[in-house]
């Protein structure tokens, strides 16, 4: 079984300030990771994914994820936040095993302040 | 390349009715899964369809079934619609599977009344 804790629902940043989603997850198997972002209205889009190659993952957007293995943990950041970085965004386990769905988190949703 | 295409975007059925959703994947993608989210339940699996068999499968109840065409497409099934069922329904193709990268469409909102 595999499970995803999003450990923030909601976090307030600045604008141009740093911006961290924490994520931890568990897995009975080596696990694929990933980041998405849901702006409102719209589908689910790919920020980055870690699939057992570099543990420092860089997406789209100046997005970056370290995949740290003994804290089971997957966190998001982002040096400098933007206005368009406003959304829910949603870190997400993929099976190992073959079997299960993806496992999403409850989201964290993300407030930029001029 | 064109993304994933669900249809209908909208759908307003009553109580005890059935639906079909429709999602057509991106070309040369061959797995399909199914999402339903809801602000309660967040993002919850459904099932995923791989080659036009039913891969994996999400804890929902029977009344939910889906199929996979042999061009891919594949289309999900609600039959004795509760208003609890009332949710976006979101497709998301991947070119070999869930452990690879999945692209979703923008869903398709059903309200049942």
């Known amino acids: 079984a595999q499970s995803v804790t999003q450990l923030d629902s909601h976090v307030s940043v600045s604008e141009g300030t740093p911006v961290l989603l924490r994520c931890n997850y568990s897995s009975s198997y080596s696990p694929s990771l990933f980041w998405y972002v849901q702006h409102p209205n719209k589908g689910l889009q790919l920020l980055l994914k870690y699939t057992s190659a570099a543990t420092l993952v860089k997406g789209i957007n100046g997005f970056e994820a370290e995949f740290k293995k003994s804290e089971t943990s997957f966190h998001l950041t982002k040096p400098s936040a933007h206005m368009s970085d406003a959304a829910e965004y949603f870190c997400?386990?993929?099976?190992?095993?073959?079997?299960?769905?993806?496992?999403f988190g409850k989201g964290t949703h993300l407030i930029i302040q001029p | 390349k064109a993304g994933v295409t669900q249809t209908p975007r909208y759908l307003i059925k009553t109580r005890g009715q059935q639906v079909t959703l429709s999602c057509s994947p991106i070309s040369g993608h061959r797995s399909v899964s199914w999402y339903q989210q809801t602000p309660g339940q967040g993002l919850q699996f459904l099932f995923e369809?791989?080659?036009?068999?039913?891969?994996n499968k999400g804890n929902f109840p029977g009344r939910f079934s889906g199929r996979q065409f042999s061009n891919s497409r594949s289309e999900m099934n609600v039959s004795t619609l509760e208003l609890g069922d009332s949710a976006l329904y979101l497709c998301?193709?991947?070119?070999?599977?869930?452990?690879?990268?999945?692209?979703f469409g923008q869903g398709t909102r059903l309200t049942v009344v």
């Open positions: 997400v386990v993929s099976p190992g095993g073959g079997a299960d769905g993806l496992t």
């Open positions: 369809y791989f080659s036009e068999t039913q891969r």
């Open positions: 998301a193709s991947s070119p070999r599977g869930l452990s690879t990268e999945a692209f």
